[in-house]
């Protein structure tokens, strides 16, 4: 796997997050959801704040934010433990994000061996376990007041997330734990991923279902009891069927070859009108169109979308060039490729066309994103 030589202000992010900082060259980002419960954290826990330290007012809500700070604070430990297994097995780490779930390590690639697998997964869950128990230790020495009650929150917080990260269902860290384990023994990473990801289904039934259990056992959950079940039950169902699809994927990776896939493609000057490149493509029995310098080598891939688009009493005025896209370092990929190395190449420049070129540098044709979408879709 390639490594960006881009600067860290350049690196490419998700729309709607905002970047922090990094950490070991990490870039650590929060999405906007996240200030939403920031907001959500200084509303509920107001009467808590009064009841600890009274006479604070308005203040109060700033104290539950800072709540709310401190425990994604952890939540980024945990986070970063992630990153760190990752980088320490080669692993290169694109970001960390916080949101309204928690938080998520974007790592390139997959670990090679269930035991990395394992090891990348359980580190989170056991940092915040740590975490949890040094601030029930500070909790035991505190007596009361706002530390008292932000102790006893981060430790009970922290010990909720490390045991329930534990369970064994994707997409949460015990779910991958497993996989690493069904991995290891069945010697398929695909029959882990299955495993796991049924788990996670049965995750999500459990955590929808926990507040009726609650009513079933005299309990009398309120309407924030039901939200936060059916949110969390969305989102383990949600994460388990994206990964019971991605497995299924998989097991077509291996008849996935560029060079089946691709399109003839004939090279033209970049000022050969439209309407003449479509008469040689057309008489080729070309599907695209590549624009080449003067000594043969590619610098543009026409863009089927433009050339549909363009009216054709303009096609016999129009330059090809003007409808190319100007081919970078990702754009031009091996025809040999496929499996697992060509969908990541493709990840990494994402667009609808690349051009594969042959071991001489002679180009071969063109690959379109949409048909290696519909090879590797189940049927």
Not at 54 to 70: D, H, I, K, S
Not at 212 to 231: Q, R, T
Not at 267 to 274: E, F, I, M, T, W
Not at 329 to 342: I, M, N, R, T
Request: glycine share 12%; proline share 6%.
């Amino acid at each position: 796997m390639s490594q960006s030589t881009s600067q860290p202000n350049q690196r490419r992010r998700t729309p709607g997050t905002h970047l922090l900082g990094t950490v070991a060259g990490i870039d650590i980002t929060v999405s906007n959801s996240w200030f939403l419960i920031v907001g959500f954290f200084a509303i509920i826990l107001k009467d808590r704040v009064d009841g600890a330290a009274p006479g604070l007012g308005n203040w109060a809500y700033l104290a539950g934010a800072t709540f709310a700070v401190l425990f994604y604070a952890s939540v980024l430990l945990h986070e970063i433990a992630h990153a760190l297994a990752a980088v320490a097995f080669e692993m290169p780490v694109r970001s960390i994000n916080l949101h309204f779930m928690g938080g998520a390590t974007d790592i390139e690639g997959e670990a090679e061996t269930p035991w990395r697998e394992f090891t990348i997964a359980v580190v989170g869950p056991l940092t915040s376990l740590v975490v949890g128990g040094v601030c029930w230790v500070a909790f035991k020495q505190t007596h009361h007041g706002l530390i008292f009650l932000t102790l006893g929150g981060l430790a009970w917080a922290n010990i909720v997330v490390g045991v329930l990260n534990l369970v064994p269902g994707l997409p949460l860290d015990g779910g991958r734990v497993l996989q690493a384990v069904v991995w290891a023994v069945s010697r398929q990473r695909s029959t882990g991923v299955v495993v796991a990801a049924w788990g996670g289904r049965v995750a999500a039934v459990a955590a929808t279902g926990y507040p009726f259990a609650l009513v079933a056992f005299g309990g009398s959950p309120d309407i924030f009891d039901y939200l936060f079940a059916v949110l969390v039950g969305s989102f383990l169902w949600g994460g388990a069927s994206q990964a019971l699809g991605m497995a299924k994927m998989r097991q077509r990776l291996p008849g996935l070859q560029a060079r089946r896939l691709a399109r003839p493609a004939i090279g033209v000057p970049a000022d050969l009108p439209l309407s003449e490149a479509i008469r040689r493509a057309q008489e080729a029995r070309a599907g695209s169109v590549v624009v080449v310098s003067s000594d043969g080598r590619p610098s543009g891939i026409v863009n089927e979308a433009a050339v549909v688009s363009t009216p054709s009493d303009r096609r016999p005025w129009l330059p090809i060039g003007d409808l190319a896209r100007r081919i970078e370092s990702g754009l031009v990929l091996p025809a040999d490729l496929g499996g697992e190395p060509l969908l990541l190449a493709m990840s990494r420049t994402p667009a609808t066309e690349y051009v594969l070129l042959e071991p001489d540098g002679t180009v071969f044709g063109v690959l379109v994103t949409k048909d290696v979408e519909a090879a590797v879709q189940p049927e």
